[in-house]
């Protein structure tokens, strides 16, 4: 008997291996909701397949291991389903024929190295497929083939080498609009990697060891490309004034992070339609007057965390500069009047950051009054009393002696 007992005892405290539970959401029911159990689980028929008004499944977290095939059978309406953030190591050829409606795929976050050739020759009709945060080293020639309706493709956070790309991957999704490619090895990769498409409009290299601007990146096709990120590479100077050229729609162009020392003065004046421009954390000293003149879009400057020590008035007539972040350099003063002599050039601020900056107190207090008297919003965070704001000196008025203006 005492045996009996300590069998059920054991029992009753063994945990219990339960596969992930589902809810159903929403007005219409569409939308099933799954939480993890206690253990890993190989996703199978008959957790979230065979029902004909499923829109959505999102399996996000519930330590999947592996899918069987059939495991999303008879689900006619899916249009979006989420598997991000599981176990998943491998996906067999046929795993995902069914559900030919699917939009939106999310393998995410998962340990997939790569994928059987015809994987998604059954999702003709997907839009957006995010590959991001696996462990992908290779990309076999015809994967994509199937998508042609593809429009935001995301492989960031992978193990990608961008030699080893073919140029022809993605002949056959030529209208994606969003590419990332972040955190891969985007390095020496072919020039024409890019050539077919024609409506790109975002592209992510952040993190992609970078030592300068890809001509992969730039090239005529790519005309259409409204924001490029370039950010936390290894770029150290952009030399041809025609680097850019190509990019006639470019909008934002996001430069941070690159140890950046020189820039030609000529190279961001093809792109007119640039609103903004992100060159904060690099090594700039000087700033060419004609680097953002005449570029009638241009909203947004951050030169933040550089090593400017002068930025003058003329290199921003012809802008429509709004918000402008000069914080973290190495600035004494501003020129007389900076503000206003913007104002009467036809570039009125509205957002201006300018601390900290080792400024001296007295041209500090004058950049103040104006900025306080034009209502420019600025980082008066600082000015609490616990942050020291400016150097004294035994000047009582701004001295811009030392630089000939």
């Not at 939308?31 to 996703?43: A, F, I, R």
């Not at 936390?232 to 041809?240: R, T």
Request: aromatic content about 8%.
């Amino acid at each position: 008997m005492n045996t009996l007992w300590l069998l059920i005892v054991f029992i009753l405290q063994s945990p219990v291996k339960a596969k992930p539970s589902c809810k159903v959401y929403g007005t219409s029911y569409r939308t099933v909701v799954c939480k993890p159990g206690d253990s890993n689980y190989v996703l199978e028929r008959g957790l979230v397949s065979d029902n004909n008004s499923t829109m959505k499944i999102v399996l996000r977290g519930c330590r999947i291991s592996e899918v069987n095939l059939e495991s999303f059978e008879n689900l006619p309406s899916l249009k979006h389903l989420d598997l991000s953030q599981n176990k998943i190591q491998e996906l067999k050829l046929g795993v995902l024929d069914e559900a030919l409606n699917v939009t939106h795929l999310n393998l995410s976050s998962n340990l997939l190295t790569g994928f059987p050739l015809g994987l998604f020759d059954q999702k003709p009709n997907l839009i957006t497929l995010d590959l991001s945060g696996n462990l992908i080293n290779s990309l076999e020639l015809g994967i994509f083939d199937p998508l042609t309706k593809l429009k935001s493709l995301y492989l960031s956070a992978n193990l990608l080498v961008g030699k080893d790309i073919s140029p022809f991957l993605f002949d056959e999704s030529p209208h994606i609009t969003l590419l990332d490619f972040s955190s891969n090895d985007m390095s020496k990769s072919p020039d024409n990697l890019l050539h077919a498409f024609e409506s790109l409009e975002t592209l992510n290299l952040s993190r992609c060891l970078l030592t300068e601007v890809p001509k992969f990146a730039t090239t005529p096709n790519l005309k259409t490309i409204k924001h490029l990120t370039l950010s936390i590479n290894q770029i150290h100077k952009i030399e041809s004034a025609a680097t850019f050229l190509n990019l006639h729609n470019l909008e934002k162009l996001d430069l941070a992070q690159n140890n950046l020392e020189f820039i030609n003065e000529n190279v961001f004046s093809s792109l007119k339609k640039l609103r903004g421009i992100v060159l904060r954390s690099n090594k700039l000293q000087l700033i060419s007057n004609n680097l953002f003149k005449n570029l009638p879009k241009l909203v947004t400057i951050d030169l933040a965390n550089n090593f400017l020590t002068f930025f003058g008035v003329d290199g921003l007539k012809g802008t429509s500069l709004k918000n402008l972040n000069l914080s973290d350099n190495r600035l004494t003063f501003l020129q007389e009047n900076f503000c206003l002599e913007l104002k009467n050039a036809g570039v009125t601020l509205v957002k201006f950051l300018f601390i900290p900056n080792p400024w001296h107190c007295a041209c500090l207090n004058e950049l103040l009054r104006e900025v306080k008297s034009m209502n420019i919003v600025y980082n008066s965070a600082y000015f609490d009393g616990k942050h020291s704001v400016c150097i004294a000196t035994d000047k009582f008025v701004c001295d811009r002696s030392l630089v000939d203006m």
